[in-house]
C-alpha cells in the first residue's frame, strides 16, 4: 500500500512563492509518475505538474511560474511555486501513477495524498 503526505500549503501574498512537499511511503516508483493537482472550491480537479523518468510537463496555467522536483530517493516530490496569483487558491494534491508515464488525466493516477491547502491573498 502507497501512502501519500503533502505538506508545505499556507497563506501567502500574491506575488510571493511556496514550496509543496508530497512523501510517499510504501515503496519507490523507479518507473512512475509523480504528480500535483489542485482543486477550487466549486471547480473540477486540475492538472498542475507531473514528473517521470523522461521529464516534467505542466498545465498552461503554471507554466513559468511552478517546477516540480523530485529528490535523489525518488521518495519525495516537491512543487516550487513562485509569482502566486489569486487564482492559484486551491487544495493541491500530490497523486503518484504507477506504473505509467506523463498524464494529464485524472483518472490515470492510482493514488492520492489528503490534499494541503494553499491560499494567494491578492
Known amino acids: 500500500q502507497v501512502q501519500l503526505a503533502e505538506s508545505g500549503g499556507g497563506l501567502v501574498q500574491a506575488g510571493g512563492s511556496l514550496r509543496l512537499s508530497c512523501a510517499a511511503s510504501g515503496r519507490t516508483f523507479t518507473r512512475g509518475t509523480m504528480g500535483w493537482f489542485r482543486q477550487a472550491p466549486g471547480k473540477e480537479r486540475e492538472f498542475v505538474a507531473a514528473l517521470s523518468w523522461r521529464g516534467a510537463i505542466y498545465g498552461d496555467s503554471v507554466t513559468g511560474r511552478f517546477t516540480i522536483s523530485r529528490d535523489n530517493a525518488k521518495t519525495t516530490v516537491y512543487l516550487q511555486m513562485n509569482s502566486l496569483k489569486a487564482e492559484d487558491t486551491a487544495v493541491y494534491y500530490c497523486?503518484?501513477?504507477?506504473?505509467?508515464?506523463?498524464?494529464?488525466?485524472?483518472?490515470?493516477?492510482?493514488?492520492w495524498g489528503q490534499g494541503t491547502q494553499v491560499t494567494v491573498s491578492s
Open positions: 497523486a503518484v501513477r504507477d506504473p505509467g508515464d506523463l498524464t494529464r488525466r485524472t483518472v490515470n493516477y492510482n493514488y
